[in-house]
């Protein structure tokens, strides 16, 4: 049997001949017991926030579209006691829905039915027993995650990330936030007991600061010589080699990677990468156009095989940036690469 998902848009604002305004979901099911009727169950969020500003995309073809239905996370949900039928029921699908702001994704919500469906004749039966008691196993749809990332959110098969920019961040930087399902619960909230927050999200499995659009093609030839900092430190263990083309004195010579060098302590061969969990620098155009020496602070964490960077770890450096003159580059004459780095306290 179908069942129908219908998007609505709610406080409508009128705007000449626009009208703006939230977008919710619903869905709706056919009952064909005595007497037939329509269910309706409606997909908010936990904290009964909006699902998208902009209308969400549906179409066919799950890549383009907005409203997915898919198995992104193995869970079966297990009914006690209370239900009409004890133990294990079956894996379902999950309901993903992308909620945009002016055409990026910056919402995503997943939902999953549970609760037992039961058949005409049980339906009854409990009406016999309980009278107009409320089954309290019943069918509904549970959001199990909700997001919101200022600059954009993704999922790929069932990881989330967020990515969130700071107000007035010259090179657009953003915090990106990676979520994994609780495997026990295949959910991506657990309880608390915070005042009025019965469900909050569980904590981001990754954090640190990256490029909101990517990293730049010539990370010298660029405006702010913190993205040559922040480049060199995103490549290395992935690729160190490359990560070295934004230190000085590397063309033309044999210079390798010294973790010392840059204030850290994992040789390459141990090296899977390293999370910038901070970044701090002083905008100053005219110490920029004349070429000055520049100081950006960042705090970081190194990875190794089987091991993730945790932020609480995190050491602050400070980071030497010198302007190599180039009348060729663009935008100063000058191409910006990184000296070294020195461990300080904080």
Not at 1 to 23: A, C, H, I, S
Not at 64 to 83: F, G, L, M, P
Not at 269 to 285: F, H, K, S
Request: charged share 25%.
């Amino acid at each position: 049997e179908k069942e129908w998902l219908v998007l609505y848009r709610y406080d409508e604002v009128v705007k000449g001949d626009n009208k703006v305004g939230p977008f919710g979901a619903a869905i709706y099911d056919v009952d064909k017991c005595r007497p037939p009727a329509v269910f309706s169950y409606e997909l908010a969020p936990e904290n009964y926030d909006y699902l998208s500003l902009d209308l969400p995309r549906v179409g066919e073809n799950p890549k383009k579209s907005d409203v997915v239905v898919a198995n992104i996370i193995e869970h079966k949900e297990v009914y006690d006691e209370e239900c009409y039928r004890q133990g294990t029921g079956k894996d379902r699908p999950e309901v993903i829905v992308f909620g945009r702001t002016n055409g990026v994704p910056t919402d995503l919500n997943i939902f999953r039915l549970t609760g037992q469906d039961l058949s005409c004749i049980e339906r009854e039966q409990w009406g016999i027993y309980y009278g107009q008691a409320e089954y309290p196993c019943s069918l509904t749809y549970e959001n199990i995650g909700s997001w919101r990332g200022n600059y954009s959110v993704t999922l790929n098969e069932n990881v989330v990330t967020t990515y969130d920019r700071s107000p007035f961040e010259r090179s657009v930087l953003v915090i990106k936030r990676v979520y994994k399902p609780d495997p026990d619960t295949g959910s991506y909230f657990r309880t608390t007991t915070e005042p009025g927050a019965g469900k909050v999200l569980i904590d981001p499995a990754e954090v640190g600061i990256v490029f909101g659009p990517g990293i730049p093609e010539n990370t010298q030839q660029v405006y702010y010589p913190e993205k040559t900092v922040l480049s060199f430190f995103l490549k290395l263990g992935s690729d160190t080699d490359e990560a070295m083309k934004n230190v000085c004195g590397v063309k033309g010579s044999e210079r390798r990677y010294e973790p010392l060098d840059f204030g850290l302590t994992l040789p390459e061969r141990n090296l899977t990468g390293v999370t910038v969990c901070e970044i701090r620098y002083d905008p100053d155009i005219a110490a920029e156009r004349s070429h000055d020496e520049r100081i950006v602070a960042v705090r970081v964490v190194e990875t190794q095989r089987n091991r993730t960077g945790n932020c609480n770890d995190a050491r602050l450096l400070e980071c030497t940036v010198i302007a190599e003159p180039d009348p060729r580059a663009l935008p100063y004459g000058c191409q910006w690469c990184l000296s070294g780095c020195v461990a300080v306290g904080e």
